[in-house]
């Protein structure tokens, strides 16, 4: 690690940031302007291994159902050639860049050794698939999951409330217990379990840092402490020393400089030693003051393959099914919160690549479109509800309001004249009311969404955005940013460099919105509020125990597959 800062370019040499936003399946680097936010080149590098579901791809060994990993070789990959790229494309001098800054994925842990190697790049554990990252979409650890809620609401944990009442599986907690519980050896060799947000800044760093955001939201850290060695001891006897011992790390706060970059990482990004590194952050969370987002109120739904919504508030409240709440989660001085939907653009890219027949590929070829865009067209100008259908966007489980990863898709209503882009609107249609669902559960608990901003790559769908509108009955306000997860890290890059005092004033710079971008249709907001009431019952009666079935289906598949 550099002791010294990189030389700052003088004040009238214009100053760069570069954000780095690690997605699901590829990273992405842009390099911004530190005066305006100004978005000047842009890199991408896909993962080489993607996401192992079903496949280890250092055996070619089957993966049980629900899980999903990433080798974080990938990680290093990108910094290696989507940094230089973005550079290149923004024909900057590199001397000018004074800082970067990354966001993930959460919660993506993986184990590691002391001095930060994954002990998936270990000889000795690179056929483990507990060795691997577990990404934030690996759900198998569902049955710890279950167990740490029901002995949490027996003990009364007072930090359950903070979670809206459940910790999800996709958690540290319940992956670190189930890799103690189906591979405690892997678990013994583990020194730290670390976030790849937190493992990647120490790359670029040389210092290991637990960041704010991703400690609170998805490690149970609430008011300066983790659940206690008892709880861990009643879960697993094994499992009591985990905070202590592969957790427990200093907490650096968003914006903060982590440190500066190494010599390796300079020589891996094209960048100059010694620039500021800032504290990693949550791919979701960093989006909003990249949207101007970070009043109390103003609700960001960051909509990719899944979305993640975030929102401040000024007082502490407990909202039923909130993925957590976390003093300073987004911004400094405010509670954030965070709830989701752990399926939307997935689900869209689900259905098109297994259910639409070859008939409808090839009239969007020769329309000379994509398929997504034929399927919408077809669909965009029919009345509400003339498909006669309805469908619950839980094909990757439900993660708000109801946290459980266990329930599954439906489509009701499909007869034999059912249209493909009839069911493709249903599809788009049922992530909107997930999203109403939890936008009232924030109002019921009296944390009112007062502005709905969207981001993310499915903003670019302007069908899709008016039917949001028109099912939530708000404006959409959209990111001006079609890269907002890394302008957000950029912007946090350069707060840590010392360009602005804090986020706020760093995005009042270098963010931007468009207001009320779509506004809600009166007809087809009241065609839609009837259908709503459908689907809560739906929601209701499949997902707060009336009819198990979903689970009862799932438990039997694993059965089957074992």
């Known amino acids: 690690m550099s002791d010294v800062a990189a030389p700052t370019p003088s004040p009238s040499t214009p100053r760069y940031v570069i954000g780095v936003d690690y997605g699901t399946l590829s990273g992405r680097a842009v390099v911004v302007r530190v005066a305006d936010g100004a978005e000047l ?126 910790i999800s599986s996709e958690w540290e907690f319940a992956k670190a217990l189930q890799l103690l519980e189906e591979a405690p050896d892997v678990y013994a060799a583990t020194d730290r379990w670390i976030e790849a947000a937190d493992w990647i800044v120490w790359q670029l760093s040389g210092t290991y840092l637990r960041n704010a955001c991703t400690a609170g939201y998805k490690g149970i850290y609430q008011d300066g402490a983790y659940p206690d060695a008892a709880f861990l001891a009643a879960l697993n006897p094994g499992f009591a020393g985990f905070v202590d011992d592969k957790l427990a790390h200093e907490i650096g706060r968003l914006g903060q400089r982590a440190g500066w970059l190494t010599a390796e990482a300079a020589a891996w990004t094209g960048l100059p030693e010694g620039i500021a590194v800032a504290v990693g952050n949550v791919d979701a969370h960093v989006t909003a003051p990249a949207a101007q987002a970070v009043e109390p109120g103003q609700m960001v739904a960051i909509m990719g393959t899944s979305t993640c919504h975030v929102m401040n508030g000024a007082t502490l409240a407990e909202v039923p099914g909130m993925c957590g709440v976390v ?39 020769a329309a000379g479109t994509s398929i997504h865009q034929y399927l919408t067209d077809l669909a965009a100008d029919r009345p509400v509800g003339d498909h006669g259908l309805l469908a619950l966007d839980w094909h990757n489980g439900n993660r708000s309001v109801l946290v459980d990863t266990e329930l599954s898709g439906l489509v009701l209503g499909m007869t034999l004249t059912t249209r493909p882009e009839e069911v493709y609107r249903a599809l788009l249609e049922s992530t909107a009311y997930g999203t109403r669902r939890i936008v009232e559960a924030f109002a019921e608990s009296g944390v009112p969404v007062t502005e709905f901003i969207a981001a993310g790559g499915l903003i670019k769908n302007p069908v899709l955005m008016q039917i949001y509108s028109d099912v939530l009955r708000m404006p959409i306000s959209t990111i001006a940013s079609e890269q907002g997860p890394a302008l957000g890290s950029a912007i946090h890059a350069a707060v840590a460099a010392g360009a602005y005092a804090d986020v706020r004033e760093a995005g009042a710079a270098m963010g931007s919105r468009t207001v009320a971008a779509f506004t809600p249709n009166p007809e087809a907001a009241d065609a839609y509020d009837a259908l709503y009431a459908d689907y809560l019952q739906l929601h209701d009666y499949f997902g707060r125990g009336a009819n198990d079935v979903m689970k009862r289906l799932k438990a039997r598949r694993r059965e089957v597959r074992a």
């Open 41 to 166: 080149g842009t890199g991408v590098h896909e993962y080489r291994h993607a996401v192992m579901d079903t496949t280890l791809a250092a055996t070619g060994a089957a993966l049980p159902p629900e899980w999903a990993l990433q080798d974080a070789r990938d990680y290093v990959e990108v910094l290696q050639n989507a940094v230089p790229a973005a550079v290149r494309a923004a024909g900057i001098d590199p001397a000018d860049v004074i800082g970067i800054a990354t966001d993930f994925t959460a919660s993506t842990p993986l184990p590691v050794t002391a001095d930060g190697t994954p002990l998936s790049s270990l000889d000795e554990w690179r056929e483990n698939p507990h060795a691997y990252v577990k990404l934030w979409k690996h759900h198998a650890g569902q049955g710890q999951a279950d167990r740490i809620n029901a002995l949490a609401e027996e003990r009364g944990e007072a930090w359950l409330p903070r979670y809206g009442g459940l």
């Open 327 to 365: 003093d300073g989660g987004i911004v400094d001085g405010l509670y954030g919160y965070e709830a989701g939907q752990s399926g939307v653009g997935d689900i869209f890219a689900w259905y098109v690549k297994n259910q639409v027949p070859a008939s409808a590929y090839a009239a969007a070829e």
